[in-house]
């Protein structure tokens, strides 16, 4: 049974920087991981993805911000990283780390395309 749970969630000011964690395990066969985000009131974005290959894609808005990492690789337990930098107020929201079997994996995909999800940790970016 996969299991995620994500922590590093915090405060902090503008131009700041975090790191989000998420402890991955039941990883039996590949996956896609990535990491979503969804501010109160608004839809969920889906800003990282990293496929069982490496292969890395991001969201327009956190391009050349945010850093999507995983150790170790394939492993059916592994730690799911976000790091990011420069924050601004609008990356404030629930993170949420998700896994999905492997195929396509990239930022286009819909929240719906990911059937295992944590129980997300806050961000909040203030100005």
């Known amino acids: 049974q996969v299991h995620l749970a994500e922590s590093g969630g915090d405060s902090v000011q503008l131009g700041g920087s975090l790191r989000l964690s998420c402890a991955a395990s039941g990883l039996y066969t590949v996956f896609c991981m990535g990491w979503f985000r969804q501010p109160p009131g608004k839809e969920r974005e889906l800003v990282a993805t990293?496929?069982?290959?490496?292969?890395?894609?991001?969201?327009d808005s956190v391009k050349g911000r945010f850093t999507i990492s995983q150790d170790p690789e394939d492993n059916a337990e592994t730690t799911l990283f976000l790091q990011m930098e420069s924050l601004k107020p609008e990356d404030s929201a629930m993170y949420y780390c998700?896994?999905?079997?492997?195929?396509?994996?990239?930022?286009?995909?819909?929240?719906?395309?990911?059937?295992?999800w944590g129980q997300g940790t806050q961000v909040t970016v203030s100005s």
């Open positions: 998700v896994a999905k079997p492997a195929g396509l994996c990239s930022p286009d995909l819909p929240a719906d395309a990911f059937g295992y």
């Open positions: 990293i496929d069982a290959d490496g292969s890395i894609g991001y969201g």
